[in-house]
């Protein structure tokens, strides 16, 4: 990162109002969608992403762009390639496919989730689209399957305690997040 790019530490968090309307949001997709859509959404998402992903040159892919501060990212997720946002995706949907499992399981996780560990590594490179592709199939996958949405609950860190179905509605939006994310990264390099 240069030298003049500032940027708050990560996990500071959203400002206290958007926090409340993303978890506002949140409930709402949790109580009105069904996991079916959610994985329509999620699986819609993931393709725009990708799509836009193979767009760029290898180089292009691995360039840091600054971009303003987006709805739903805090300040510390602004200055990224379009390779760190694939890495981060692959991190959280493996690290909510781990948890949704052992919530359906009726059992706890024993992890702390936390905002700061799942930031990517600025050295990403472009074998993140494909470690991408298959954490969010994987995640897909299980996510497709019968089960009770509801039962016990782990907080999120800017959400609360969040069931099965919680978690499955936060992928969705974060998958949105992230592919608007992209698109200004993307715009920003031409």
């Known amino acids: 990162m240069s030298s003049e790019v500032k940027l708050q530490q990560p996990g500071a968090g959203l400002p206290a109002l958007e926090r409340w309307i993303s978890s506002t949001v949140l409930q709402t997709l949790r109580a009105c969608f069904s996991p079916a859509n959610l994985n329509r959404w999620i699986a819609a998402e993931t393709q725009k992403i990708l799509a836009l992903a193979a767009q ?22 602004r200055h990224w390639s379009v390779n760190m946002v694939l890495q981060h995706l692959d991190i959280v949907d493996s690290g909510v496919l781990m948890l949704s499992q052992a919530l359906a399981s009726d059992r706890t996780f024993d992890r702390e989730v936390r905002i700061a560990e799942v930031k990517p590594d600025p050295a990403a490179g472009p074998e993140q689209a494909e470690r991408f592709r298959t954490a969010a199939e ?3 996958a299980w996510a497709a399957l019968p089960r009770n949405p509801t039962g016990p609950r782990h907080a999120h860190p800017w959400f609360g ?3 099965v179905k919680g978690w499955h509605a936060l992928v969705a939006i974060h998958t949105l997040a992230h592919r608007r994310q992209v698109e200004a990264i993307i715009a920003r390099l031409k």
Not at 62 to 77: F, H, I
């Open 56 to 77: 760029l040159s290898p180089e292009q892919s691995c360039q840091r762009v600054l971009t303003p501060r987006m709805t739903g990212l805090e300040d510390n997720s």
């Open 138 to 140: 994987a995640y897909l």
């Open 161 to 163: 305690p969040l069931d």
